[in-house]
């Protein structure tokens, strides 16, 4: 049996610093208590049918589908933090609500072998930036950048999967390549943005993914945390949850009625450790 469609919202919205290394002598980082002034580049993502299919020369056509989201300086809302001060996530940067995630088609040459289609893959990219003295349109061509390098990971990473298509090698590879896209972006613009004393600096990435069979038979919101550490601005957390719609449960159940192998729903109850190959029978 081939896979439905689902839909999915991600929320980020608890972010805290909850430890650092102080420099010999006391005094936090610079002085007094450590303070700092963060901000967050946040990039959703997903790689389904809405835009992929597996082709009869059994590579991958069409391209993954990015949505970054809005702002550097100041988009968290805040001037600055101290250790264990947590503090909300905007709703414009942490929130991507009611996505439609979507089996990618295979071509019936290969569906004997493969499958009817493989699972939707999805995701979210957090990088953690630390405020200096960068100015605020400078910050902003590096948020441009950041999110044209992790897009442009992901869409090489599909591109370039050759052998038989695995979601979990998938899965890994974008996490691979994205955290070198990462990687190499903060390289090139903290060079340029040495003139600047001090420069704005990454504190740090976090990436989240899932695909259609990880969250099959789910239902509700599922907590969902990351820590984050980097020298020297030591240790980040992120916290949020995955919602996944409770529907794609009873239209299967739908589908399992009307197959003729179940003759009441009187007492199901959608929980989110359903399984729905075990709902299914299978």
Known sequence: MGHIPQTVSIHLNLFHWDDVILVSGGGGI?????TVTPYLWILFFKADGSTLQLT???????????????????????????????????????????????????????????????????????????????????????????????????????????????TDAIAAEVQKQVKQAITDAMSALEKLWTVFSPPDASAGSALWYWDQDAIAGSAGAMPISQKIWTDPFGLWVIEGTLSVDPMPVFHSLRLFLQAGRATSVRNFQPTGSVSLRKLMGL
């Open 30 to 34: 610079s002085g007094g208590p450590p």
């Open 56 to 166: 009869d020369a059994f590579k991958f056509a069409g391209s993954p589908v990015t949505v970054p989201t809005p702002g550097s300086h100041g988009n968290l809302g805040v001037k600055s933090i101290q250790i264990g001060q947590p503090i909300s996530i905007p709703a414009a940067i942490g929130q991507w609500n009611a996505v439609s995630i979507q089996p990618i088609p295979v071509a019936p040459v290969f569906q004997g072998t493969v499958g009817h289609d493989l699972p939707g893959l999805f995701g979210v990219v957090a990088l953690v930036m630390i405020q200096g003295s960068v100015p605020e349109d400078a910050a902003e061509k590096g948020h441009a950048a950041f999110n044209q390098a992790v897009a442009g990971a992901l869409a090489d990473t599909i591109s370039h999967m050759e052998r038989k298509p695995d």
